[in-house]
């Protein structure tokens, strides 16, 4: 085994962060997925619409993403390299998960009524945890 630098707690802060970011995300998909008839009909007629009809490749997107941060965030914890792979897979989720916006009727009139914000820091989050993995494996934090 390779020694590896210790940890400075910047790592260890930035770690449970992106630990409460993905279980958020994880949560989010788990509600999404596992929705009750009574709770799909709460939501506004324009929400049930996109998700009606949104694709499967959509819905596989937000799983991929949401899974692959949660795994990546673990591996960060546990010091290994990995974690820099499964957090790329994540972004790229992200991006395919969040480029239906553009492509399915609908997405883009109903984010301009609820916002960009969720979506852009969605991106901005894992975009950022792929950053510092990437920092911590070239620092030699990771193994």
Do not use: C
Not at 73 to 92: D, E, N, Q
């Amino acid at each position: 085994m390779t020694e590896t630098t210790k940890a400075p707690i910047w790592f260890w802060i930035t770690g449970a962060v992106a630990l409460i970011w993905n279980a958020l995300g994880l949560l989010a998909y788990i509600q999404q997925a596992l929705m009750s008839a009574e709770e799909f009909a709460a939501l506004p007629e324009s929400q049930q619409d996109l998700l009606a009809t949104q694709p499967a490749w959509v819905s596989a997107a937000f799983a991929i993403a949401v899974f692959a941060g949660f795994a990546a965030t673990i591996t960060l914890l546990m010091r290994k390299r990995v974690a820099v792979r499964l957090f790329l897979v994540s972004l790229l989720a992200v991006i395919v998960q969040f480029s239906s916006y553009f492509i399915i009727d609908g997405y883009v009139e109903f984010i301009a009524g609820q916002g960009w914000t969720i979506p852009a820091l969605v991106v901005a989050f894992a975009l950022g945890f792929l950053i510092f993995s990437r920092q911590a494996e070239k620092n030699g934090l990771l193994h």
